[in-house]
């Protein structure tokens, strides 16, 4: 597996608690995205980093922002948890050093429940 | 954005058998397609993928097609096995490095 974690890897949290959760990776990859992943939905992005502070949204970006200070970290919180954001999160790397061939690694993922 | 979709959701074959598993996807600059299996519990692992400008690639049991035209990509495995079992996911790069994702396929190989 590329040097990617995640941490927590597990986690229980109350409605209107805030919750960051971390990605660090050790391939200098310059992008990093997160995915959620809910039965049905397969993985939809939340929001991706194109290099230090350089971040955009995804297509399920409400309720959650990201921050990425370091090439080696991509944070993602959630400012105030509701339990519709219960699901697994996986963080993935990706390099754009071979033309357009990209492959995308992922995190083990974090466990998130919401009660 | 793009849109990619995925069938069948689930799909059960005797082992030895075939598997075939099919996407088409909305964004005709989308370049760059991925499969990846998820087993239960674990993480997406990248299986085989294929680039805008190739038709087909194979690695021993595992194939994708892509018929650009068309907007479809499909993946084939032959001689399947017990560990095969898994869900298998299509994944197209749209712009911006973004990746989208079908809804998944859960397969299930009987011995």
């Known amino acids: 597996d590329a040097g990617i974690t995640q941490s927590p890897r597990h986690k229980v949290t109350e409605t209107g608690t805030p919750v960051t959760l971390r990605c660090h990776q050790t391939?200098?990859?310059?992008?990093m995205y997160w995915y959620r992943q809910d039965p049905g939905h397969g993985l939809r992005l939340i929001h991706y980093?194109?290099?230090?502070?350089?971040?955009d949204k995804g297509e399920v970006s409400d309720g959650y922002s990201v921050s990425r200070s370091k090439t080696e970290d991509f944070l993602l919180t959630l400012e105030s948890a509701t339990s519709s954001q219960t699901s697994v999160y996986f963080c993935?790397?990706?390099?754009?050093?071979?033309?357009?061939?990209?492959?995308?690694?992922f995190g083990p993922g974090t466990r998130l429940t919401v009660l | 954005g793009e849109n990619v979709e995925q069938h069948p959701s689930t799909l059960s074959v005797q082992e030895g058998d075939s598997a075939v598993i099919k996407c088409t996807y909305s964004?005709?600059?989308?370049?760059?397609f991925p499969w990846y299996k998820q087993e239960l519990g674990k993480r997406p692992q990248l299986i085989i993928d294929?680039?805008?400008?190739?038709g087909e690639k194979k690695d021993q049991r595992i194939a994708v097609t892509l018929n650009k035209t068309a907007k479809h990509f499909s993946l084939h495995i032959t001689e399947t096995q017990p560990e095969d079992s898994a869900v298998y996911f299509c994944?197209?790069?749209?712009?911006?490095?973004?990746?989208?994702f079908g809804t998944g396929t859960s397969l299930t190989v009987i011995p």
């Open positions: 993935a790397i990706s390099e754009h050093s071979r033309g357009d061939y990209n492959e995308q690694f």
């Open positions: 391939e200098n990859h310059r992008y």
């Open positions: 980093s194109y290099g230090v502070k350089d971040t």
């Open positions: 964004d005709s600059a989308s370049n760059y």
């Open positions: 294929i680039r805008s400008n190739v």
């Open positions: 994944a197209a790069r749209g712009t911006g490095n973004q990746f989208y």
